[in-house]
């Protein structure tokens, strides 16, 4: 068994962590300054771009994508250890070496079942990091944890026809509903939503109901109406998380990506890569967490000794590099299983890590936050709004109950 990176991750890794240090992290401030001068808080602040061309010029690109033809050609095993490391800046770098949600999935969306005319419209700027993109999944008058819930409606109009992109086509579908926390939707670079609704709601199989459309941001009758806050915060660099309404919304039937009745399929298959990469970047956030508490336990002392020689403080940074190594172990694990027996020949691993990892990274960071006293809760320390990040990943891509309800199922299987 060999723990060793290969060349190649190695030398990502160090051309990762030296970008890191010497652009994304000193533009940590820089972004939080520029922000305040826009005209909106959508708009993306110039730094950000800067980054963008830099980690470019660097070959720091897409490094998700495992398609040679589009993206890095990195395997998970090999991505991995370079998605922790953007997981110490969740909110930057990611986004500047294009490789941030929801981007990614749509991209893998496209990627894997885009048609070409699809791909050359929306995957090849998106690759470019020209536009932003938004997935537009999750409805707030069901429980969206059981996919099959979804109420959108996206009807075939044979005789009707449809403006997309400054074509016309006999022939469209008409998508009504109601959506939120779509991811990216508050972004003016968000041109693209793919949509996923009810095209045959009379399928007895309940795994065919659903369909996947490709909406341009522009089309008459879709309307982002607010922005959703994620424990008070608007979470700009991502683009937000908005509610989004679709009223008649009419788009070409050929801005279906697949066939009818895959929307539930591309969906599963989006959102595998999805769940492994937040862990990822999680393992990430819980190494600055780890930092940062180092840093603040010799820095401050308290009752006549520097907090760092309190046992309690030994206790929970002790504890929480043990939960890390853990944690590592297992993600590469569900990476090189990903990279040998397939996504579904993983999938136990996946609800695991998915389990797992929000959960103690979210115990790291409250102990991080609790060693930091007031500035822990303050905009002064990334914590607080690390930790908001965090606790929401117990609800993204599924909430953890349903994985545990999947997980448990197939393990008592075995016995019956």
Known sequence: MDFAFDARTEELRAKLEAFMTAHV?????????????????????????????????QGLWNLFLPDEEHGAGLTN???????????????????????AAPDTGNMEVLAQFGDAEQKKRWLEPLLAGEIRSAFAMTEPEVASS?????????????????????????????INGRKWYISGAMNPLCEI????????????????????VLVPRDTPGLTVKRA??????????????????????????????????????????RLGPGRIHHCMRLIGMAERAIELMCRRAVART???????????????????????????LLVLKTAWLM?????????????????ATPRTVVGILDRAVQLHGAGGVSQDFPLAELWAGARTLQ???????????SLARREIKRYM
């Not at 090999?78 to 294009?98: H, K």
Request: net charge negative; aromatic share 6%; glycine share 10%.
């Open 25 to 57: 992290y000193p533009a940590e401030q820089v972004v939080e300054e520029q922000r305040a001068a826009l005209a909106s808080p959508w708009d993306t602040p110039p730094v950000v771009e800067e980054l963008k061309a830099e980690a470019r010029r």
């Open 77 to 99: 095993l090999q991505y991995a250890p370079l998605a922790e490391i953007t997981g110490r800046s969740p909110q930057l770098a990611p986004t500047a070496l294009n490789c």
């Open 146 to 174: 059981d996919a099959t819930n979804i109420e959108t409606r996206i009807e075939r109009d044979e005789g009707g026809t449809s403006r997309s992109s400054g074509a016309e086509s006999g022939g469209s579908y008409v």
């Open 193 to 212: 939503f793919i949509v996923m609704g009810k095209t045959d709601p009379e399928s007895p199989d309940l795994r065919r109901q659903q369909s996947m």
């Open 228 to 269: 959703m806050q994620v424990y008070g915060y608007e979470d700009h660099y991502h683009g937000g998380h908005a509610e989004v309404l679709f009223e008649d919304v009419r788009v070409p039937v050929g801005n279906l990506i697949g066939e009818e009745g895959g929307g539930f399929g591309i969906a599963q298959a």
């Open 302 to 328: 308290a009752f006549g000794k520097p907090l760092a020689q309190q046992g309690v403080v030994q206790e929970w940074i002790a504890d929480a590099r043990v939960a890390v190594e853990q944690l590592r």
């Open 339 to 355: 990279d040998t027996v397939g996504n579904k020949g993983a999938h136990t691993e996946i609800q695991a890590i998915k389990i």
């Open 395 to 405: 609800l993204a891509d599924g909430p953890d109950e349903v994985h545990q309800r």
